[in-house]
């Protein structure tokens, strides 16, 4: 028979086990490019303890525009990284920083933060 404290420990390890399962495979947001006049694609972008929104959905075929604002003060929030695409930008805290993709092709591209720790995805889609 478990004691008190045992019980407190597995339910804690339980809950713990739970968090952690729900930050890595819990529900993402997700969003749609705003177009804007000129044909370019905006998304707004917030570096908070990860990316909101971590899934992004704009048009193949078009440039796009990121705005991306870092709020985080953490050191591994610092770079934004889309590695497939070339693209490595330090994150200033509290100011915006706009980066300009070329049009992409069809498919998925992972952005991450320079330690890989931050992970969100643009999505290009026809």
Do not use: H, W
């Not at 952690?20 to 969003?31: E, I, K, V």
């Not at 044909?39 to 525009?65: C, E, F, H, N, S």
């Not at 070329?102 to 992970?119: H, Q, S, V």
């Amino acid at each position: 028979m478990l004691d008190t404290t045992e019980v407190m420990v597995v339910a804690s390890s339980l809950v713990a086990a739970a968090g952690t399962a729900l930050f890595f495979f819990g529900p993402r947001q997700r969003t749609r490019a705003k177009s804007e006049t000129g044909g370019t694609q905006q998304v707004d972008l917030m570096v908070d303890g990860g990316y909101r929104p971590d899934r992004i959905v704009v048009r193949a075929g078009m440039p796009v525009k990121l705005n991306v604002l870092r709020t985080d003060r953490s050191a591994c929030s610092e770079q934004f990284v889309l590695g497939d695409l070339g693209v490595s930008r330090t994150l200033p805290t509290g100011r915006v920083v706009s980066i300009d993709l070329p049009a992409l092709k069809e498919g998925a591209y992972d952005f991450t933060c320079g330690m890989n720790m931050l992970r969100g995805r643009l999505i290009a889609e026809a």
